[in-house]
């Protein structure tokens, strides 16, 4: 059975850091790509973030670019998010997801097979 446990969310004021991990297990995710999204209160659930297989390739929204870094541990089967410059309209809950298609990368939601529970960040102003 396929698992994704995100680790790392929190409250943080504004201005602040926190690193999001994913830790995978039940099947390696080596030629997957993963990804990172969120929802906040009463909003769809957006791309935050993803990375191909190799980690050599990542894309990002617009909202998170030069403030978020999302990286990948092959070896750990696990990737993490480090956000960095946190905003209150970052507050929503954190899902990490893996692509179900070895060997491309999707920045959208219908594109990836397994998800992680959630973890929630809030920013305070």
């Known amino acids: 059975q396929v698992q994704l446990v995100e680790t790392g969310g929190g409250l943080v004021q504004a201005g602040g850091a926190l690193r999001l991990s994913c830790a995978a297990s039940?099947?390696?995710?080596?030629?997957?790509?993963m990804g990172w999204f969120r929802q906040a209160p009463g909003k769809e659930r957006e791309f935050v973030a993803t990375i191909n297989w190799t980690g050599g390739h990542t894309y990002y929204a617009d909202s998170v670019k030069g403030r978020f870094t999302i990286s990948r541990d092959n070896a750990k089967n696990t990737e993490y998010l480090q956000m960095n410059s946190l905003k209150p309209e970052d507050t929503a809950v954190y899902y990490c997801?893996?692509?179900?298609?070895?060997?491309?990368?999707?920045?959208?939601?219908?594109?990836?097979?397994?998800w992680g529970q959630g973890t929630q960040v809030t920013v305070s102003s």
């Open positions: 997801a893996a692509d179900g298609v070895p060997y491309r990368v999707a920045t959208i939601f219908s594109a990836y097979e397994y």
């Open positions: 039940g099947r390696t995710f080596s030629n997957y790509a």
